[in-house]
């Protein structure tokens, strides 16, 4: 099973605030590719993301979520786990052929060391957050190399550029 990471940041890799939500408003062209990519594979979510995304996710996603809550009740239909371990078995046991991780910044940093893929959205300006920031991990130490790219300009919607990156894992 393949295991992808996806996530927009900016250049300083901030993905969002302990508050939760992007310190940014949606950019269409990041949404769509972003469901353009997950759509019909395995999500892996941390329980507060999952909370933050809930409706974003139609029929055709199956969200695996990842908490420390074990008296965690979510809304709907979802798999929960306590455990990477026990997320793996789960979505192998049920023949995924890939599992997305979309975050939060603990679930990005417990996964990217066994990450197949990352798939990163790079906002090319920076931007603050009102309480503590959240971060995606580093990536240039490890072994990945950059496969495929889509660089924007300026547009109306935003007053800077971004690059879409996709990022394999060299020694996998």
């Known amino acids: 099973m393949k295991l992808s990471l996806i996530a927009a940041i900016d250049e300083n890799k901030l993905i969002g605030s302990a508050e939760g939500g992007l310190p940014w408003q949606g950019i269409e062209q990041d949404r769509d590719h972003f469901r353009s ?3 019909g594979k395995g999500l892996l979510l941390g329980r507060k993301t999952y909370e ?5 996710f139609g029929l055709d996603h199956r969200p695996y979520i990842l908490t420390r809550n074990r008296n965690y009740a979510p809304k709907s239909q979802v798999r929960v786990a306590f455990s990477f371990d026990e997320i793996i078995r789960t979505a ?7 599992l997305v991780v979309c975050g939060g910044a603990a679930i990005y940093e417990r996964t990217i060391n066994y990450a197949d893929l990352i798939i990163l959205t790079i906002l090319h300006t920076t931007f603050t957050v009102e309480s503590e920031a959240k971060y995606f991990p580093d ?7 950059e496969i ?25």
């Open 37 to 39: 990519y997950v759509r």
């Open 52 to 56: 933050e995304m809930e409706g974003w």
């Open 92 to 98: 192998e046991k049920e023949a995924e052929n890939e």
């Open 139 to 145: 990536w240039h130490s490890k072994d990945f190399i």
């Open 148 to 172: 495929k790219r889509q660089d924007f300009s300026p547009s109306a919607e935003r007053d800077f550029g971004m690059s879409i990156l996709h990022l394999k894992c060299a020694t996998n």
